[in-house]
């Protein structure tokens, strides 16, 4: 556990409309800079939309030094 302090974000990479087979809603990923109470940075991205089944998920995709 971790207690943020603060976040930016998000800046959201999604698919093209115009590459998505049926030209709704394709992958996204919505990239956040999050620092916690000791300092640590971490660069975090959640991947899919809310509401979609199954639901996003949260992955670390890097940390600041």
Do not use: K
Not at 28 to 50: M, Q
């Amino acid at each position: 556990m971790h207690e943020v302090v603060s976040a930016e974000g998000p800046e959201r990479i999604e698919s093209e409309w115009w590459h998505r087979p049926d030209g709704g809603r394709g992958r996204v990923r919505d990239y956040y800079r999050v620092e916690d109470a000791e300092g640590r940075r971490f660069w975090l991205f959640r991947a899919g939309h809310y509401g979609d089944e199954p639901g996003p998920r949260w992955y670390v995709h890097g940390l600041f030094a």
